[in-house]
């Protein structure tokens, strides 16, 4: 796991991801997903490309369950792309970085 990834809880998802002021990927995951487990070296690489433009943060939606129910997350792993406090963009499932470096590219 990359020290470059953040990880959130309900306690301070708000300090960590809407009062952000560069945008931020949140993966909405589980230690028991497959699929989360997946696209995880991605992540990790987007973290350390997007170092001091945009941050990773993941929340274990068993761990956070608020959070994952203020969300509406229903499968997972689920992406949102928050700036300025608003969601910009969603992806469930597992996808390619390509296409994760394409949702952050679209609101730097």
Not at 11 to 40: N, Y
Not at 41 to 50: H, M, R
Request: a neutral charge; proline letters at 5%; one cysteine or more.
């Amino acid at each position: 796991m990359s020290n470059t990834v953040l990880h959130a809880t309900d306690a301070d998802f708000d300090a960590q991801v809407l009062a952000s002021d560069v945008p931020v990927l949140v993966d909405f995951w589980a230690p028991w997903c497959g699929p989360c487990k997946m696209i995880a070296p991605a992540l990790d690489q987007l973290a350390a490309e997007y170092a001091g433009k945009a941050k990773i943060v993941k929340v274990d939606v068993d761990q956070n369950q608020q959070t994952a129910l203020k969300y509406h997350v229903r499968s997972i792993p689920m992406l949102l792309v928050f700036k300025g406090g608003q969601i910009h963009g969603q992806q469930i499932g597992a996808v390619g970085k390509a296409q994760l470096a394409q949702m952050l590219d679209k609101v730097l």
